[in-house]
């Protein structure tokens, strides 16, 4: 991999430990460990590992990534120095390492609404389209105009139209983003008090401690922290990791835990679930990496 070591803007390390970007603990490593510093960058090594076929799973802040405990022979190709953001009217463009966080504090000083009811959480907007998170009954998806993505070896604009937005989905897991383009709304309201307690809700409801946010997706008819709670694991641990007892559908873990761990309790939730209330829970983490 000279070809990458000798790109400008481009960081590269070997042998990578997958617990420094993990938020819940791993024993995994990948082969290849890639940070572009550059939209121009991020596009040069693209180019390469698509050419010479090396697999590779782009990532951002990490924080509903599962990563496993075995060794990925790919690239991990980290987005999060990709930070350029601007502001026109009531159009923000961001490039996908953008902190969700830093985003919606750039369109309250510019008092454009929407964004503040998705405070706190951590994910970088390039993830957070991915996933169209959400929060409140609102998605991110909903403020899409445009999108920039590299797909099959092309960079293409996708309007708003061409993209599926769904709950806690979106067909951009198909892609890379690269920029998006947000369309707001200005506002002469309180929109930092809004923020603010959409913070003060999501530290009063959810737990703290080393975890990926919610694991389940809830369904139309039921809330997954509900029917975990009700199937009786509060509490419940394997290993070095456990189900919160302030929010069942939060996996807590200590520093040192590893990935099977995580997936033990996950597939034991699963089943538990299924045979006592008969719901088919569906992952909201994304598993990445090498599972042993």
Same mark, same amino acid.
């Given at each position: 991999?000279?070809?990458?070591?000798?790109?400008?803007? !481009?960081?590269?390390?070997?042998?990578?430990?997958?617990?420094?970007?993990?938020?819940?603990?791993?024993?995994?490593?990948?082969?290849?460990?890639?940070?572009?510093?550059?939209?121009?960058? @991020?596009?040069?090594?693209?180019?390469?590992?698509?050419?010479?076929?090396?697999?590779?799973?782009?990532?951002?802040?990490?924080?509903?990534?599962?990563?496993?405990?075995?060794?990925?022979?790919?690239?991990?190709?980290?987005?999060?120095?990709?930070?350029?953001?601007?502001? /026109?009217?009531?159009?923000?463009?961001?490039?996908? +390492?953008?902190?969700?966080?830093?985003?919606?504090?750039?369109? @309250?000083?510019? $008092?454009? *609404?929407?964004?503040?009811?998705? %405070?706190?959480?951590?994910?970088?907007?390039? +993830?957070?389209?991915?996933?169209?998170? +959400? %929060?409140? $009954?609102?998605?991110?998806?909903?403020?899409?105009?445009?999108?920039?993505?590299?797909?099959?070896?092309?960079?293409?604009?996708?309007?708003?139209?061409?993209?599926?937005?769904?709950?806690?989905?979106?067909?951009?897991?198909?892609?890379?983003?690269? /920029?998006?383009?947000? *369309?707001?709304?200005?506002?002469? $309201?309180?929109?930092?008090?809004?923020?603010?307690?959409?913070?003060?809700?999501?530290?009063?409801?959810?737990?703290?401690?080393?975890?990926?946010?919610? !694991?389940?997706?809830?369904?139309?008819?039921?809330?997954?922290?509900?029917?975990?709670?009700?199937? $009786?694991?509060?509490?419940?641990?394997?290993?070095?990791?456990? !189900?919160?007892?302030?929010?069942?559908?939060?996996?807590?873990?200590?520093?040192? %835990?590893?990935?099977?761990?995580?997936? /033990?309790?996950?597939?034991?939730?699963?089943?538990?679930?299924?045979?006592?209330?008969?719901?088919?829970?569906?992952?909201?983490?994304?598993?990445?990496?090498?599972?042993?």
């Amino acid at each position: 991999m000279e070809a990458l070591r000798n790109l400008e803007g !481009v960081k590269v390390l070997y042998d990578f430990p997958l617990a420094k970007i993990s938020w819940v603990g791993t024993k995994g490593k990948a082969c290849y460990y890639v940070k572009p510093f550059s939209l121009d960058a @991020l596009l040069d090594v693209l180019k390469i590992i698509c050419q010479k076929g090396i697999p590779y799973i782009v990532c951002g802040n990490c924080s509903n990534m599962l990563w496993g405990d075995g060794f990925f022979e790919g690239v991990v190709l980290d987005t999060r120095a990709l930070q350029a953001c601007s502001v /026109e009217g009531n159009l923000i463009k961001a490039q996908a +390492g953008v902190r969700l966080g830093e985003l919606i504090k750039i369109s @309250l000083i510019h $008092g454009l *609404e929407g964004l503040e009811v998705l %405070a706190g959480i951590p994910g970088t907007l390039g +993830g957070a389209l991915a996933m169209n998170a +959400g %929060a409140f $009954g609102r998605c991110i998806g909903e403020f899409v105009k445009g999108v920039t993505v590299w797909h099959d070896g092309k960079v293409l604009t996708l309007s708003r139209g061409e993209i599926d937005f769904g709950y806690r989905r979106s067909n951009l897991k198909q892609c890379i983003v690269v /920029e998006v383009l947000l *369309e707001l709304s200005h506002s002469k $309201g309180d929109l930092w008090k809004i923020f603010n307690d959409v913070i003060e809700s999501r530290k009063s409801r959810f737990p703290k401690g080393r975890n990926l946010g919610s !694991v389940f997706k809830n369904g139309d008819s039921y809330f997954a922290g509900r029917v975990i709670e009700e199937a $009786g694991f509060k509490g419940y641990s394997i290993g070095r990791v456990r !189900v919160s007892e302030k929010h069942a559908n939060f996996i807590l873990s200590d520093k040192d %835990a590893s990935a099977q761990e995580y997936v /033990e309790l996950i597939n034991l939730i699963k089943r538990e679930v299924l045979r006592k209330k008969g719901i088919r829970l569906t992952e909201e983490i994304v598993y990445a990496g090498s599972f042993i």
